[in-house]
């Protein structure tokens, strides 16, 4: 994981720490309530600690705090996926969201990702970082699909997908197959 990133003089993104977790916590039930995202449970956002980016905004005063946070959550060895994408309540539009998409994207290059994908009902806010709409079809890679298996809302889930290529990095070529996911007949 990158270090502590200064992305202006007044944001910066950091890698998230134990402390940081009831916050994001609160932060993604926040948006979750509103039905803007899939909530997560705390255990959850302990386990993938190490996954997630914290941005933080200067106040007026000169404190840093917290602004929101995001996840890169690597499933496979060219793909990672964007989770927990959350930006603080009266932080919007201010460039936080999309520090934070570009931290996850610095993190998958690192480490020779060259997809990143993300569920999302913020459909226009990825296509303006750069991403493209997926359906729902076959045509999504087997670990995404063996992700959504798990899910609570993967029958009747109204997230849309969505991808983006990194350029410059290259498609690793020796990568076993991954494991095909079990798709219900019908799901589109």
């Known amino acids: 994981m990158t270090d502590l990133t200064t992305v202006r003089d007044d944001l910066r993104i950091r890698p998230a720490t134990a402390a940081d977790a009831p916050r994001i916590f609160e932060n993604i039930g926040h948006w979750a309530q509103q039905n803007r995202m899939l909530v997560r ?112 809302f993967f029958v009747g889930c109204n997230e849309t997908g969505v991808q983006k290529r990194l350029d410059g990095v290259p498609i690793p070529s020796n990568l076993p197959e991954p494991p095909a996911a079990q798709i219900p007949p019908g799901i589109k």
């Open 41 to 152: 449970p705390l255990t959850s956002i302990f386990e993938n600690l190490r996954d997630f980016y914290i941005a933080e905004v200067q106040n007026e005063r000169g404190d840093w705090v917290f602004a929101g946070n995001a996840s890169l959550h690597i499933l496979w060895g060219d793909i990672a996926e964007i989770r927990g994408l959350a930006v603080a309540e009266g932080v919007q539009a201010r460039g936080v969201g999309r520090a934070l998409v570009e931290a996850c994207e610095t993190e998958a290059r690192s480490v020779g990702i060259p997809f990143v994908f993300a569920w999302t009902y913020e459909v226009g806010f990825f296509e303006r970082c750069g991403y493209n709409v997926i359906e729902k079809s076959r045509e999504l890679h087997p670990r995404l699909w063996s992700e959504c298996l798990r899910c609570p």
